[in-house]
T-cell receptor
């Protein structure tokens, strides 16, 4: 049983560019959440997708957007990249019904230069 | 929103020592998880423990929901236990709120 998978693992982008990060949830999971972790800090919630809709959003600007597909996989898009967007981006999935336990992918390390 | 505090922020141990990490939270929760973040950034699930006590090998955890705190115990620490330990809490199916972490260094 594959866990949560994210791609790519590392990415270098130039300020002003756009980036798309991808996440496949764990089998049997239908809810995907995205987190941003800056160096030396705990992960911060960006948004959560359920039934292909954004269910919750954290305190992030509209430059951060997402999508969930019918197979429950998800994308995180960031437009007009800033140097401060450099961080580890983590995807988490939670199962249908019952438990609220979240499982995380290995993350995508984004560097904006 | 809910606040999560972890202590101590840093911990240095000799191999074989025991330690206790604490997580305090400011509101009732129905999700509490402990994670170990490895050097590559992956968050490894240690415990899903909104209440009660669980043990897994040298690690155990206790959450006292009515008093809004959780403890993670590491016994006979090994160098591979080094890393950052995060406590995260949630309400309903909402977001997880993370503490600032405890950075553990176990020296041989």
């Amino acid at each position: 049983d594959a866990g949560v998978t994210q791609s790519p693992t590392h990415l270098i982008k130039t300020r002003g560019q756009q980036v798309t990060l991808r996440c496949s949830p764990k089998s049997g999971h239908d809810t995907v959440s995205w987190y941003q972790q800056a160096l030396g800090q705990g992960p911060q919630f960006i948004f959560q997708y359920y039934e292909e809709e954004e269910r919750q959003r954290g305190n992030f600007p509209d430059r951060f957007s997402g999508h969930q597909f019918p197979n429950y996989s998800s994308e995180l898009n960031v437009n007009a990249l800033l140097l401060g967007d450099s961080a580890l981006y983590l995807c988490a999935s939670t199962p249908r019904g019952g438990s609220t336990e979240a499982f995380f992918g290995q993350g995508t390390r984004l560097t904006v230069v | 929103g809910i606040q999560v505090e972890q202590s101590p922020p840093d911990l240095i141990l000799q191999e074989g020592a025991n330690s206790t990490l604490r997580c305090n939270f400011s509101d009732s929760v129905n999700n509490l998880q402990w994670f170990h973040q490895n050097p590559w950034g992956q968050l490894i699930n240690l415990f899903y423990i909104p209440s009660g006590t669980k043990q897994n090998g040298r690690l155990s955890a206790t959450t006292v929901a009515t008093e809004r705190y959780s403890l993670l115990y590491i016994s006979s620490s090994q160098t591979t236990d080094s890393g950052v330990y995060f406590c995260a809490v949630g309400q309903g199916f909402q977001k997880l709120v993370f503490g600032t972490g405890t950075r553990l260094l176990v020296s041989p």
